[in-house]
């Protein structure tokens, strides 16, 4: 294990101590057998179709809601973003299959790229732009194009009715099936036939 400064802490452990043996030998042959795995296609078709019911037809889904959705499917996102904020990498986690798709080895389409090209600008993004105007000045905000003066000189950024109308709307409560109680089943009674 290393630290965060990347020193060694704590007592390596040899992989051939391990019962399954991770050595880098067997590890290479296990590699070589899931790139010509003939299931991993059809994993990766369960992947894609996923990601195509949710975004077929539709012209709202943010990548969060994507997300969201892929989650309740058993299909974990893993995205990588660069210091300004732009998605470069996706990655898709099935735990249904036990499979792991980086979004270019799908298809272009299920890329960062065409992944961002697919869904809606993040709602989220417009908030977290709202957060950085509020340590700015009226002046300095202005100049930046994306404060509008209201009639007493305040700015609609800190106005607390631009925020209830930004903020998004939840369509229900997801209850994960494990946490749901079991419905009761109508016990079927004797009936006599006077």
């Given at each position: 294990?290393?630290?965060?400064?990347?020193?060694?802490?704590?007592?390596?452990?040899?992989?051939?101590?391990?019962h399954?043996k991770?050595?880098?030998?067997?590890?290479?042959?296990?590699?070589?057998?899931?790139?010509?795995n003939p299931?991993?296609?059809?994993?990766?078709?369960?992947?894609?179709?996923?990601?195509?019911?949710?975004?077929?037809g539709?012209?709202n889904?943010s990548?969060?809601?994507?997300?969201?959705?892929?989650?309740?499917?058993?299909i974990?996102?893993?995205?990588?973003?660069?210091?300004?904020?732009?998605?470069?990498?996706?990655?898709?986690l099935?735990h249904?299959?036990?499979?792991?798709?980086?979004?270019?080895?799908?298809?272009?389409?299920?890329?960062?790229?065409?992944?961002?090209?697919?869904?809606?600008e993040?709602?989220?993004?417009l908030?977290?732009?709202?957060?950085?105007?509020?340590g700015?000045?009226?002046?300095?905000?202005?100049?930046?194009?994306?404060?509008?003066?209201?009639?007493n000189?305040?700015?609609?950024?800190?106005?607390?009715?631009?925020?209830?109308?930004?903020?998004?709307?939840?369509?229900g409560?997801?209850?994960?099936?494990q946490?749901?109680?079991?419905?009761?089943?109508?016990?079927?009674?004797?009936?006599?036939?006077?």
């Open positions: 294990m290393l630290d965060k400064d990347g020193n060694r802490v704590g007592v390596p452990i040899k992989a051939s101590d391990f399954f991770p050595t880098h030998r067997n590890l290479k042959v296990r590699f070589l057998y899931n790139e010509m299931n991993r296609t059809k994993d990766s078709l369960r992947v894609k179709n996923s990601i195509d019911f949710t975004l077929y539709k012209q889904v990548l969060p809601r994507l997300m969201n959705i892929l989650q309740k499917d058993g974990d996102t893993v995205i990588r973003k660069n210091e300004e904020g732009k998605l470069y990498g996706i990655t898709y099935d249904r299959t036990k499979c792991v798709f980086n979004g270019s080895a799908l298809g272009k389409q299920y890329s960062a790229n065409g992944i961002t090209e697919r869904c809606i993040d709602p989220f993004s908030h977290q732009q709202k957060s950085q105007m509020i700015m000045d009226v002046g300095q905000a202005a100049s930046a194009g994306n404060v509008y003066q209201v009639g000189g305040s700015s609609l950024e800190s106005d607390k009715s631009l925020e209830s109308l930004l903020s998004p709307v939840k369509d409560e997801y209850t994960p099936h946490l749901k109680k079991p419905k009761r089943k109508k016990q079927k009674g004797f009936s006599m036939g006077f």
